[in-house]
């Protein structure tokens, strides 16, 4: 594995220079997330309390917690019952969520929307969306559950650590409510859905991944949620995975997706109409207001589980799926996929199809993963 250790600690920002002063008050009034989160890649100089980057927005608190990092609390947090976590960016060439999340951040501030539900906004990858690139040095989206301390420092190690102390600091303080003689006793639910937009195109436009919930059941209610969103593709995830939404899943027990919105735009060529089931959904959910969800039906879902994956083995690995093939595509039977040493890839099963295929990964690494059709009883 390639390394870049140029970078050990960020060059953060003390937020008591001009320009970010100037920078942040322009942020407070215009709601332009992007610009302040491009602006401040590296972060801040962190101060340890929520207070010192805190605004007043619609019967709500803001606070600034971090470059990309913004944190809604409502006033009167008692009948507040949901902790939402939505994060955009953690490629940081996938834009549309992006603009999701600013959308949603700037009707905050223009106090369009109330929010009541305790929220938090996340575009991940500051470094990686300044250079149009899904990251600078490492898969953020492989680095959490601890999986960043495994690797060299770089920007993406570094960030991953600290996103995980926001969102446990987050569902925690949602969870303390729950068990404070002071309150009322709440019981709050949890949510995370990290948003992304795929490399390749996709038979299904628009899919999500579903975190491995080991004992646990599928969530019906939560898969007609997505459905609601525009999302009714799903395919269940088949083992722990230091991706974010696992990790808020595992962890804290959140309701938990990775979703993925269509194809990757640069910044500005995104048809947002295309994703305003999912922003108007987004809205209703902190806000409070109330969603109308269809009961839930197989016939309305394409429901993907794990069978397996293809994994390079060798320098002689060949793979026969181009890079036009699109996501869910399905073989015949029988359908001879790769070759390696000693070794040959063939479907074996009806409606097997294939995702995220990827000839170009390291030895030892998964190429494709391959999926079957399935129903949910
Ligand atoms: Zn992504």
């Known amino acids: 594995m390639k390394h870049d250790n140029t970078l050990t600690t960020p060059a953060l920002t003390d937020i008591t220079d001009e320009s970010f002063i100037k920078a942040y008050q322009q942020f407070i009034k215009q709601g332009d997330f992007i610009a302040l989160t491009r602006q401040f890649e590296q972060g801040f100089v962190q101060t340890g309390t929520r207070n010192k980057l805190s605004f007043s927005v619609k019967n709500a608190k803001a606070s600034l917690l971090d470059s990309g990092v913004l944190l809604i609390e409502p006033e009167n947090s008692t009948k507040a019952s949901k902790s939402i976590v939505i994060s955009s960016g953690i490629h940081g060439n996938e834009t549309a969520p992006i603009e999701i999340v600013q959308q949603l951040i700037s009707d905050i501030i223009a106090q369009k929307i109330q929010v009541k539900h305790a929220t938090l906004f996340i575009m991940g990858n500051p470094v990686a969306m300044n250079i149009s690139k899904r990251f600078q040095t490492e898969n953020l989206n492989r680095l959490f559950s601890g999986k960043h301390q495994e690797i060299a420092p770089c920007f993406e190690k570094y960030r991953a650590e600290k996103l995980e102390t926001y969102v446990s600091a987050f569902f925690n303080a949602g969870a303390d409510k729950g068990t404070s003689a002071t309150t009322s006793n709440i019981e709050v639910t949890n949510y995370h859905y990290d948003l992304h937009t795929a ?168 190429a494709v993963l391959m999926v079957v059709p399935t129903t949910l009883y």
Not at 267 to 275: K, L, Q
Not at 350 to 358: A, C, D, L, M
Request: glycine share 8%; hydrophobic share 35%; charged share 20%.
């Open 199 to 366: 490399i390749r195109d996709s038979k299904y436009e628009k899919f999500a991944i579903y975190p491995y919930q080991g004992d646990k059941p599928w969530d019906k209610e939560q898969l007609t949620f997505m459905a609601a969103c525009g999302v009714n593709t799903i395919l269940f995830g088949h083992g722990p995975s230091g991706t974010f939404s696992y990790f808020s899943s595992a962890h804290f027990s959140a309701h938990a997706f990775t979703v993925e919105l269509g194809k990757v735009r640069p910044f500005g060529e995104n048809n947002m109409d295309n994703f305003q089931a999912m922003t108007d959904n987004l809205n209703a959910l902190i806000c409070g207001n109330e969603i109308t969800l269809k009961s839930f039906n197989n016939e309305d879902f394409n429901l993907f589980k794990v069978l397996g994956d293809i994994t390079k083995v060798s320098d002689n690995f060949k793979l026969f799926i181009g890079d036009e093939i699109s996501n869910f595509t399905d073989y015949p039977v029988d359908t001879l996929l790769s070759t390696d040493t000693g070794a040959e890839y063939r479907t074996t099963q009806p409606g097997e199809s294939i995702v995220f295929p990827n000839a170009k990964v390291g030895n030892g690494q998964r």
